[in-house]
Structure formats: structure tokens, C-alpha cells
């Protein structure tokens, strides 16, 4: 059973630094995983992911600012975020999926087949 559990969430003022991090279980090295977030009355959107092989790809918005990384042995996913923004503020996803034939691209556009339950993030102004 593949389980994603993040933490590191919280309120930030706007320039401001978060690190969020997911911890998963059921899962192996091959897997692709990502940061999804999700604004109040807005629809969810890929923010960074990165692939089996280490390929990354990021919501164009986030480039520059945000850092996805993971450590294979400890099953671990990170998120750095830098230079935060009000329009930041959302609920942000971990997400794993086992399917090897896609890259990261492909997953920031059409999501991932596991999720958590999340960990909100509020930028003020």
C-alpha cells in the first residue's frame, strides 16, 4: 500500500522561505513523484516533479523559486521553496505514480496516480 505523508507546511510572509517534505512508504526508486497544490476555488495544478531518472520539470510560474529533490534510500521527497509569493498560498499535494513510460512533463500536466492528504501553505503580503 503506497502511502505519502508531507509535512513542513505553514504561514510565510511574502519573500519568504518553506520546505515542505513527504515521506513515502510502498513505494521503490522507480517511481515518479511530485508537488501538486491546490488554491481555494481554484483547480489543482502540477508544481514540480521529478521522474525515475532524476529528470525534473516545474510549473513555469515556480521556476527559479522552487526546488524539487528526493532521497531514494529514505524514501523522501522535498520541496524548497524560495522568494514566496501571495498567489503561492494553496494546499500542496505529494503525489507518486509507478507507471515508467512517462516523464516528468507528462505527470505536471495530467497528475499522478497516488496522493496525500496534504499540507496547506499561506503567504501573506
Partial sequence: EVELAESGGGSVQSAGSLKLSCTASG???????????QAPGKER?????????GRTAYLDTVKDRFTISRDNKENILTLQMNRL???DTAMYYCAADPRRYYGSNYYLDHGMNYGGKGTLVTVSS
Avoid at 45 to 53: H, L, P, Q, S, W
Fill in 45 to 53: 495544478e502540477g508544481v514540480a516533479v521529478i521522474d525515475r531518472n
Fill in 85 to 87: 509569493r501571495p498567489e
Fill in 27 to 37: 513505494i521503490d526508486s522507480t517511481y515518479a513523484m511530485g508537488w501538486f497544490r
